[in-house]
């Protein structure tokens, strides 16, 4: 069993940053390909960002892509999600998942979630 905990969540003004943080316990998270989710009020649960096991490869939704940087550190096993120029419609409740595949240009969390971290974006 791998533990999730997200952390770093809070409320940011537009053009704000903030640096989310996902802790693992239970398992190293050096096997799997990890990534981030979101769910906004209201809507569904949708793919941010992913990594891979090495973190050489990063994948991201267009919505967030040049903004957003995603990075890992297996020997701390943590999971990182660096965000920039925040606009509203970032706010959501953000999750960390573990493994993540992309299932026909779909990303998928399969086995691993954390209770997600609150980000709001308003002045």
């Known amino acids: 069993q791998m533990q999730l905990v997200e952390s770093g969540g809070g409320l940011v003004q537009p053009g704000g940053s903030l640096r989310l943080s996902c802790a693992a316990s239970?398992?190293?998270?050096?096997?799997?390909?990890m990534g981030w989710f979101r769910r906004a009020p209201g809507k569904e649960r949708e793919f941010v960002a992913a990594?891979?096991?090495?973190?050489?490869?990063?994948y991201y939704d267009d919505s967030v892509k040049g903004r957003f940087t995603i990075s890992r550190d297996n020997a701390k096993n943590l999971l990182f999600l660096q965000m920039a120029s925040l606009k509203p419609e970032d706010t959501a409740d953000y999750y960390c998942?573990?493994?993540?595949?992309?299932?026909?240009?779909?990303?998928?969390?399969?086995?691993?979630w954390g209770k997600g971290t609150l980000v709001t974006v308003s002045s």
């Open positions: 998942a573990a493994p993540v595949h992309n299932i026909g240009g779909t990303w998928r969390g399969m086995e691993y």
């Open positions: 239970g398992r190293s998270i050096e096997n799997y390909r």
């Open positions: 990594i891979s096991w090495s973190g050489n490869t990063t």
